[in-house]
Structures are given as structure tokens and as C-alpha cells.
């Protein structure tokens, strides 16, 4: 188990407050505003505008706006103390590979997004995405649902639940997501800290979450290796979530082929962002986190 103590150094906590003031929650939802709903007793702040898509509420609809442009368009509102960051962490065995481990920078990432909100007056929750058989015999791919924390005084708990996290056993990511949309009675920012090494629909599932109103960041956690694998001649490999083998030759063209797949991983990945306004950071595991977090408070797509 990793001490919470060693997640966000004074150093790094030094750049995330230089940094906290910059995360934003663009959460849609067609109840009570956009971003999030007013909290009881609270005031929602005037933020922007953005187009009329269909479905949306007509009463929202600015009017003295489209009086004025003839483009309907509907006001924004900024809740910042009600929105909520939603950490779903990938906790699957081909997260512990790397040096550093995966897992290890996948927990740190975590750690600062968190900290990030937390210090803004947001709302944070950490979710474990590993399967598991759950009450009834029914698989379920949340292994472990943090308590959502608010405010700083939560930072030190939700670093727990961080600190506990260890990778193992197998994972379908898609099926994490789905059940992560099933338990959030709100939109927030749903954060996939994942190597996306899944060979189900997760496209599919990030569109139920934008379709649901959720703001949706990726963040593709990789080692050096797998980008650039530098291995040469026969090779036994080991499914680390299956446990299948797989005897292969490791010559110029089978590398080859890797790399465009690999490549094609990351192209769909990005292209998915573009096409929904949603931000995609790879991390590189041999890479300073800091310029990960920046990226993320930017919203790029690498």
C-alpha cells in the first residue's frame, strides 16, 4: 500500500495551487442549468452562453439574447461549490507494469486532480474500476466507491482511498463506466485515469456519459515501453488480466505492426475528445507529472 503521504510532495502542492484556480466543470444537464445544479441556500453565478441543441429545456433560453442575434442560445451558470470531480482509476493488472509503475502514476494523477477540486470548493469522489463478483452473483466493475469528499478538510480521506488502490485482476472498462453513470444522480467532471488497454466498447461508453450531460476528460497513462518497445527476437507474452500466453516474434515488421495499433489507440482516443469537447492527456510514465496536470487544467487534447 502506498503511504497517503507520498502522493503530493510540498513541491507538487506548490503547482497545483498555482494551478487550482484554472480546473473548470462544464457539466451539461437539462435540469436547472447548466455546470450544476444551485445548492440549497446558495447563488449561481452568470457564466456564458452556449447554442441551443435539441432536447434542451426552452425556458432556459436566454430570449433578450436571441432578440438580439436570432440564434437561440441558453445562459451558463457557474456553481462552483456544488460541482463534483469524478475520479474513475483504472485498477486492472496492466496497471502494474512500468518504471515507475503505472498505477503509481495513475494514483499521483488522481491525487492532484483531487486536490485540485477539493481546493476550489468543488467536490471530489474516487472510484476503483477493477471487476468483481458483486452481492448476488453479479459481476460488477467498481471494485471499491469512495465517499465523495468536500472542501480541503476532505483531502486527507480521499488520499486514502487513493493510497489503498492497487493494480490486479482483470477490467471492463466500458462496463465501469456505465455503472459510474448509474450511481451519479448529477453531471460533474468524469476523469478516465486508464491505459484504455480495452478491447470493449469505451467509445461507446464515454458517449453515454456526454450524453448524459457529464464534462469527460481522458487520461492515458503509458510507459516509455509501450510507446517505444525495444525488444528484439522470441518472446513468450503474458496477459496480465487473462492469463494467456502468446509465443511471438519480435522482428522489425511485428514491431511495426504494434506501433500503428498502438498509434490507432491513441487516434481514436483523440478523436473522440475533438469531436466531443472532452480533453485527452497522455501521461507518460517517465515524463514530470506536472506537465500532465497543466494540460488537464487546459483541456488539450495531446
Known sequence: MTAPSTLLDPEFVRELEALRRRLEVRARSGRLGDRVARRR???????????????????????????????????????????????????????????????????????????MALAGAKRAQVLVARDQTATGGL???LDRIGT????????????????????????????AIDQTLARSTRPGLL???????????????????????????????????????????DFTLDDAETGATLDVTMDPPAIEAYVLRFAGLVEELRAWSRKHGASYVRAVTDQPLEGAVRRFVARTVD
Open 41 to 115: 441556500g446558495g447563488s449561481a453565478e452568470f457564466q456564458e452562453h452556449r447554442a441551443y441543441v435539441a432536447g434542451d429545456d426552452l425556458k432556459r433560453i436566454d430570449w433578450a439574447a436571441f432578440a438580439r442575434t436570432g440564434e437561440p442560445v441558453l445562459k451558463l451558470f457557474r456553481a462552483e461549490e456544488d460541482a463534483i470531480v469524478r475520479l474513475l482509476v483504472d485498477a486492472s493488472a496492466s496497471l502494474d507494469f512500468g518504471d515507475p509503475q503505472k498505477i503509481d502514476v495513475a494514483r499521483r494523477l488522481a491525487a492532484a486532480f483531487a486536490y
Open 191 to 233: 476523469v478516465v485515469v486508464s491505459d484504455f488497454f480495452d478491447a470493449g466498447p469505451v467509445l461507446t461508453a464515454l458517449a453515454h456519459a456526454r450524453s448524459a450531460g457529464h464534462d469527460v476528460s481522458l487520461v492515458h497513462v503509458v510507459d516509455r515501453l509501450e510507446i517505444e518497445p525495444r525488444l528484439e527476437g
Open 148 to 175: 465523495p469528499r468536500r472542501g480541503r478538510a476532505g483531502l486527507p480521506a480521499l488520499l486514502r482511498d487513493l493510497a489503498q488502490v492497487q493494480a490486479g485482476g482483470r477490467l471492463d472498462l466500458p462496463r
Open 139 to 141: 459481476m460488477s466493475s
